[in-house]
């Protein structure tokens, strides 16, 4: 039965590790809070103001600065601003793109955050489901 159980704690050991994306989405929150950053100075059409975009990059990097394996607010916080994210922007993506408006110019901002929060928003719901799935805390070794 101790074998077993060894066994076992392996197995979910080594599944939490693989199914912890929290990094890949870390770097994803930072690359879209830059995209959007440039993206005030080039004067690209977003869909909100400029003070509004200032709280959205803010939000963005403190959320992932704040990401951890170990932690499950955070984990559904990421979800939820991914969701967000590619909702806002696929959204808008979409009414660009079907007005007819070229993809090169103010439209590659707002195409590149659609992609952006649709990864993030992929592995922000792996890794929820991981540690949902698997239990909290996850063991993460070096």
Known sequence: MDELSS???RFLSTARQEHYHGDIVRVLFVVAATLMFFAEFSGANLPFSSTVSIFIIVLLVVTAGLTNPV???VQWMNTGISAFGLLLFGGVALAHFRGGNDFFGNGIFVALLSITFLLALYFATRT????????MPPKIQD
Do not use: C, D, K
């Open 128 to 135: 929820l489901r991981a540690l949902i799935l698997y239990g």
């Open 7 to 9: 066994v076992t704690e």
């Open 71 to 73: 932690q499950m607010w």
